[in-house]
């Protein structure tokens, strides 16, 4: 096991291989923007609220962010051998997946909204744990 002090050195993070952390971390920010965006457009822009709303954006992108997530953390557990980024990472594609399983119909928006903000929180500290961890 790594000491603390190794995992949160920045030197030591610049060679390290965690190409699909990286990307994963992208990914959630960008899943991020689309929440905060939806709300923003929605506010603004109500035709708009039809596409950006629609299930089948939220379920392509859980789908996507399960595999990825499964690729990335899985293959870092062979690689350093420490379950808690997966772990952690795995909290949160669950918390991601309640808020698509909740949805936005009637009052569950603000609800779907909150957990997808979450979970996609919790996703990113489990990749970037995942990436420190790489020694």
Known sequence: ??????????????????????????????????????????????????????PIIHEIGIAIAIALGLFALGRGISVHGYYMPAIVGGIGLAIMAAAVLIGHEGSHGLTEILLTMVGVGILALGHDLNYRARG
């Open 1 to 54: 096991m790594l000491p603390t002090s190794k995992l949160w050195n920045k030197g030591a993070l610049l060679g390290k291989d965690g190409l699909w952390d990286r990307i994963a971390v992208l990914i959630s920010g960008l899943c991020l923007i689309h929440c905060i965006s939806t709300i923003v457009l929605v506010a603004l822009l109500s035709s708009t609220a039809g596409v950006l709303l629609d």
